[in-house]
T-cell receptor
Framework: QQQVKQSPQSLIVQKGGISIINCAYE??????FPWYQQFPGKGPALLIA?????SEKKEGRFTISFNKSAKQFSLHIMDSQPGDSATYFC???????????FGAGTQVVVTP | NAGVTQTPKFRILKIGQSMTLQCTQD?????MYWYRQDPGMGLKLIYY???????DKGEVPNGYNVSRSTTEDFPLRLELAAPSQTSVYFC?????????????FGPGTRLTVL
């Protein structure tokens, strides 16, 4: 079963708007939560990541919010740009072998 | 520094045929992974390796085999192709496998089994 549940499946946002993608997990042993960005025809690339000992991490226009008690984390894309149009995957890891459990992905379209 | 390279980019197989998907990395990474990506399903781990000669099953290993004879190469073998193996396959690598170590992905191989 999907250990990391991601929503929404897709979203459309206007240029300059905020994109919000949510993920929820069941296994409290997960202790590393990366977000990957994938453009059509390309492999995923790490965008930003967080550990559960912090509640928020910001890198440029991208912010992860983490709620340990609710077992949820989210990606916020501020001032969305057409170049941000891509599929975004949340993921979680719990062991030292680097194995990742991925969410189903969210296709983001930023309109001009 | 090419990173992670995969060949072929595209392939069409008939049911029952075999093929090997190639993956090579030039970053001297010990850890390598094979994922498959199906629409609306995210990426699922097929097999992974923590070093030359050491491999283990991931979440969806049935129908696949791997080997790791060198640090650089991690081929994925499909022995009897089935329509359920139609997917996009990604190879990834990371240096130490520890949490926080970035996984670098290849460009993918799109496989269709008819």
């Amino acid at each position: 079963q999907q250990q990391v549940k991601q929503s929404p499946q897709s979203l459309i946002v206007q240029k300059g708007g905020i994109s919000i993608i949510n993920c929820a997990y069941e296994n409290t042993a997960f202790d590393y939560f990366p977000w990957y960005q994938q453009f059509p025809g390309k492999g995923p690339a790490l965008l930003i990541a967080i550990r559960p000992d912090v509640s928020e991490k910001k890198e440029g226009r991208f912010t992860i919010s983490f709620n340990k008690s609710a077992k949820q984390f989210s990606l916020h894309i501020m001032d969305s740009q057409p170049g941000d149009s891509a599929t975004y995957f949340c993921a979680a890891s719990l062991d030292s072998w680097g194995k990742l459990q991925f969410g189903a992905g969210t296709q983001v379209v930023v309109t001009p | 520094n090419a990173g992670v390279t995969q060949t072929p980019k595209f392939r069409i197989l008939k049911i029952g045929q075999s093929m090997t998907l190639q993956c090579t990395q030039d970053m001297n990474h010990n850890y390598m992974y094979w994922y498959r990506q199906d629409p609306g399903m995210g990426l699922k781990l097929i097999y992974y390796s923590v070093g030359a000669g050491i491999t283990d099953k991931g979440e969806v290993p049935n129908g696949y085999n791997v080997s790791r004879s060198t640090t650089e190469d991690f081929p994925l073998r499909l022995e009897l192709a089935a329509p359920s193996q139609t997917s996009v396959y990604f190879c990834a690598s990371t240096g130490t496998g520890s949490r926080g170590d970035t996984q670098y992905f290849g460009p993918g191989t799109r496989l269709t089994v008819l």
